[in-house]
């Protein structure tokens, strides 16, 4: 496609959203953000800024007028802020053809559904470049929902007030941003607005036998002793291994009715977050979900002296 077409096709796509009614901000061509757009503490106050800092979300806009005169300029990619437009948008990395064991975060949402007992509708839904999946939900009305990465599931993030989503024709490198189903954009389920708003780990899963809202000595111990080991693994060396360990014998405790899961949950991601290695958190916390439930499939047999105190004679 020559340039000029390139342009006016994604003039087109930044009109048509915005005939949806949602605020579409101007991306640099090939590039997923602005390079050059300044942090409030570096405020030049001129240009857009000349009455108060702004920020790309708030200078987004609807405005047929402006978009055509911006995108006369040149073929900028359509960046949609959801948040502004009454959308959230649910953005799953997938695996790639071929790949064994990467990311598959449309699985883990799928799972996560089924957890919650939860629907997972068909909505409106674009591909990326990296083959990922992004689907648009309707944000029910009085709902204010952010943005959020890795928090409802593993490979999942949510893009809402504070973040952003390219519009289906734009285009990176390596690739171009596609719609997948035209399905207009249906009300997100609740089980989705709960498990962005949760603050804790969201996981309810059905495999625990016994909540036990607070861990025993002899769980805490175990407990305190696992994560540990987990979090003083040198760099790289073994890492993987150590917290698969300690998540499943963590899991073998949470089998046994004497840990309750999300505390389990809380404390192996505690000591993965630190390693400070943002970019295997995925992948960490992919492990602990897969080894606490190997773990919690094989409970461990505690002897009643670790069950019920007092009645130690019965452990002949
Ligand atoms: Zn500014």
Same mark, same amino acid.
């Given at each position: 496609?020559?340039?000029?077409?390139?342009?006016?096709?994604?003039?087109?796509?930044?009109?048509?959203?915005?005939?949806?009614?949602?605020?579409?901000?101007?991306?640099?061509?090939?590039?997923?953000?602005?390079?050059?757009?300044?942090? +409030?503490?570096?405020?030049?106050?001129?240009?857009?800024?000349?009455?108060?800092?702004?920020?790309?979300?708030?200078?987004?806009?609807?405005?047929?007028?402006?978009?055509?005169?911006?995108?006369?300029?040149?073929?900028?990619?359509?960046?949609?802020?959801?948040?502004?437009?009454?959308?959230?948008?649910?953005?799953?990395?997938?695996?790639?053809?071929?790949?064994?064991?990467?990311?598959?975060?449309?699985?883990?949402?799928?799972?996560?559904?089924?957890?919650?007992?939860?629907?997972?509708?068909?909505?409106?839904?674009?591909?990326?470049?990296?083959?990922?999946?992004?689907?648009?939900?309707?944000?029910?009305?009085?709902?204010?929902?952010?943005?959020?990465?890795?928090?409802?599931?593993?490979?999942?993030?949510?893009?809402?007030?504070?973040?952003?989503?390219?519009?289906?024709?734009?285009?990176?490198?390596?690739?171009?941003?596609?719609?997948?189903?035209?399905?207009?954009?249906v009300p997100l389920p609740g089980w989705l607005?709960?498990?962005?708003?949760?603050?804790?780990?969201?996981?309810?899963?059905?495999?625990?036998?016994?909540?036990?809202?607070?861990?025993?000595?002899?769980?805490? +111990?175990?407990?305190?002793?696992?994560?540990?080991?987990?979090?003083?693994?040198?760099? +790289?060396?073994?890492?993987?291994?150590?917290?698969?360990?300690?998540?499943?014998?963590?899991?073998?405790?949470?089998?046994?009715?004497?840990?309750?899961?999300?505390?389990?949950?809380?404390?192996?991601?505690?000591?993965?977050?630190?390693?400070?290695?943002?970019?295997?958190?995925?992948?960490?916390?992919?492990?602990?979900?897969?080894?606490?439930?190997?773990?919690?499939?094989?409970?461990?047999?505690?002897?009643?002296?670790?069950?019920?105190?007092?009645?130690? +004679?019965?452990?002949?």
């Open positions: 496609m020559t340039s000029e077409a390139q342009r006016a096709a994604l003039e087109a796509v930044a009109l048509e959203m915005a005939g949806r009614g949602w605020a579409v901000f101007p991306i640099q061509p090939g590039r997923k953000w602005p390079p050059a757009w300044h942090r +409030k503490e570096n405020c030049p106050g001129r240009g857009p800024c000349a009455t108060g800092h702004v920020t790309p979300e708030s200078l987004a806009t609807t405005d047929p007028e402006v978009i055509a005169r911006v995108w006369a300029r040149m073929p900028y990619n359509v960046a949609v802020f959801p948040g502004k437009s009454g959308l959230h948008v649910v953005d799953c990395d997938v695996r790639k053809p071929g790949e064994l064991d990467g990311p598959d975060g449309w699985a883990e949402l799928v799972e996560l559904a089924g957890r919650r007992g939860g629907p997972l509708p068909e909505t409106w839904t674009t591909t990326t470049p990296s083959a990922g999946r992004h689907l648009w939900y309707a944000v029910p009305p009085g709902c204010r929902l952010a943005s959020t990465v890795g928090h409802i599931a593993a490979h999942v993030d949510t893009r809402g007030w504070g973040g952003y989503a390219l519009a289906p024709g734009s285009v990176r490198d390596d690739g171009a941003y596609e719609l997948f189903d035209d399905t207009d954009p607005v709960q498990a962005n708003v949760e603050r804790a780990p969201t996981a309810t899963s059905g495999r625990v036998r016994t909540a036990v809202a607070v861990p025993d000595a002899f769980a805490a +111990k175990a407990v305190r002793e696992e994560c540990e080991k987990v979090a003083s693994t040198p760099y +790289k060396q073994g890492r993987n291994k150590a917290l698969s360990r300690a998540a499943y014998a963590l899991g073998q405790l949470v089998g046994a009715g004497v840990l309750n899961e999300d505390i389990a949950r809380i404390k192996l991601r505690a000591a993965v977050n630190s390693w400070g290695d943002a970019a295997s958190i995925g992948k960490d916390y992919a492990v602990i979900e897969t080894s606490l439930a190997a773990g919690i499939d094989n409970p461990r047999r505690i002897t009643p002296r670790h069950s019920r105190r007092g009645t130690g +004679k019965e452990a002949a």
